[in-house]
């Protein structure tokens, strides 16, 4: 009797599934190639890295929640609307966080007396002064300022001792202002041995980029006996502040009986305290305007320029900068000058 006859052959499904499964991993893999490209996109083109750390950042919506940054400074900031300080008597306060102001503006800064912190300065014979300041912040200190406008500044502050004052900041030191833009006046009054106005920040160091200043400054001394050391810049008073990018429009007017250093980007540019080194770069910055002085001194220095009044040290970096700038020195003593 014949035997039946079978034949099993199930190799084609075995060979079937091997297909399958290596489909099915070379789709996995080409998705997350094209998951990875789109991330990497959206993180590179979109900057969506820093979009994500800005909602970590405390939302600042009203002229209260501003003034609570002084309660904790270490911290990151956003402002998510223009905030008006009118009527509001700002009181200085320090900062070692980060303000991004996030394209708003604040607008109405009136300031009228200095802060409560101090810090060393150096005249360019590098005494040093115990100093008060005024701005935004009297001291601004491993922080960073950015994308954020101040406008009708009105800072007028009169000080018996050595004070520096600026629209963001009296004192930086290793900080950053970013992209930023300043309108206003600012008036300082005093009369001991060391003193001086910044259209951005009063003395100091770090990196000032991209900033549009129309400032009017202003600075009295009030002793006639006193030799006093002042300073005057459109950026930054006396300090070593790289600066890049900057469009300022100075107006300034200085009435000193001592030693007068002005400059449309800085007036003293000095490394502090002695030993400090430091590649500076300023570069791409334009200055127009004029500062209108008269130093009533018989040792006359009566430094005044469109970049930098006194020049102490090395800058490693200087290219493109521009200028339409006007020193006006006059030569009558008896009266201040004003705008």
């Known amino acids: 009797m014949r035997q039946p006859f079978f034949i099993c052959y199930n190799a084609p ?5 091997r297909k399958n499964s290596k489909s099915g991993i070379l789709i996995a893999a080409l998705i997350l190639v094209v998951l990875g490209a789109a991330l990497y996109f959206a993180f590179s083109e979109f900057d969506l890295g820093h979009k994500l750390e800005l909602m970590t950042y ?5 002229s209260e929640d501003l003034i609570s940054i002084k309660d904790a400074p ?14 509001i008597e700002w009181v200085p306060f320090s900062f070692n966080g980060i303000l991004e102001g996030n394209g708003h503006k604040i607008s109405n ?3 009228t007396s200095t802060g409560s912190s101090e810090r060393t300065t150096y005249d360019g014979n590098m005494k040093e002064y115990g100093t008060s300041f005024a701005g935004l912040f009297d001291v601004m200190e491993d922080a960073e300022v950015r994308n954020l406008t101040l406008s009708g500044v009105d800072i007028d502050v009169s000080s018996d001792v050595p004070c ?13 202002i970013l992209n930023c833009s300043v309108d206003g ?7 001991d041995r060391m003193f001086g106005v910044g259209g951005v920040i009063g003395y100091g160091y770090g990196r000032i980029e991209n900033i549009n200043a129309g400032i009017t400054l202003i600075c009295i001394d009030t002793d006639r006996d006193t030799k006093d050391e002042q300073f005057m810049g459109g950026v930054c008073a006396a300090g070593y502040p790289d600066m890049v990018g900057c469009k300022i429009n100075i107006d300034g007017y200085d009435s000193d009986h001592g030693y007068v250093h002005n400059g449309g980007l800085v007036g003293l540019f000095q490394f502090y305290p002695k030993g400090t ?6 570069g791409g910055n334009h200055v127009t305007g004029k500062i209108t002085f008269f130093e009533d001194n018989d040792d006359r220095r009566a430094y005044c320029d469109a970049y930098i009044g006194e020049r102490m040290e090395r800058i490693e970096y200087w290219w493109s900068n521009s200028d339409d700038f006007t020193s006006n020195e006059v030569f009558e003593y008896d009266v201040d000058l004003l705008p």
């Not at 499904?13 to 599934?17: K, L, P, T, Y």
């Not at 405390?58 to 009203?62: A, H, Q, V």
């Not at 270490?74 to 009527?87: H, M, N």
């Open 13 to 17: 499904m075995v060979n079937e599934g």
């Open 58 to 62: 405390k939302r600042i919506s009203t």
């Open 74 to 87: 270490q911290g990151k900031y956003i402002l998510a609307k223009d905030i008006d300080l009118e009527g």
């Open 109 to 111: 800064l009136k300031i």
């Open 164 to 176: 520096f004052i600026g629209s963001v900041a009296g004192y930086m030191g290793n900080s950053k």
């Open 185 to 191: 006046t600012l008036k300082l009054t005093a009369h």
């Open 277 to 282: 080194e430091h590649d500076a770069e300023i």
